[in-house]
């Protein structure tokens, strides 16, 4: 999954403010990717379509 440098930027300035911690665009798209595939495992009703239309399955 590709994200925009935008939020990849947004998700590097929180995992600073959270764990006081500098990380790379590489690193943050890593780890922003990790925690993707978390939410995707404990939500298992809610499909990419679903999403776009702001529902639930």
């Known amino acids: ?3 925009s ?3 990849l930027v947004a ?3 929180q995992y600073k ?3 006081d911690e500098n990380i ?3 690193v943050a798209e890593a780890e ?3 925690l993707a595939r978390l ?3 404990i939500t298992p009703g809610v499909s990419q379509e679903n999403n ?3 529902g639930w399955k």
């Open 24 to 26: 790379d665009l590489q």
């Open 32 to 34: 922003l990717n990790k």
């Open 52 to 54: 776009k239309s702001g």
């Open 5 to 7: 440098k935008e939020l």
């Open 17 to 19: 403010s959270t764990f």
């Open 39 to 41: 939410v995707e495992t």
């Open 11 to 13: 998700f590097q300035n």
């Open 1 to 3: 999954m590709r994200y």
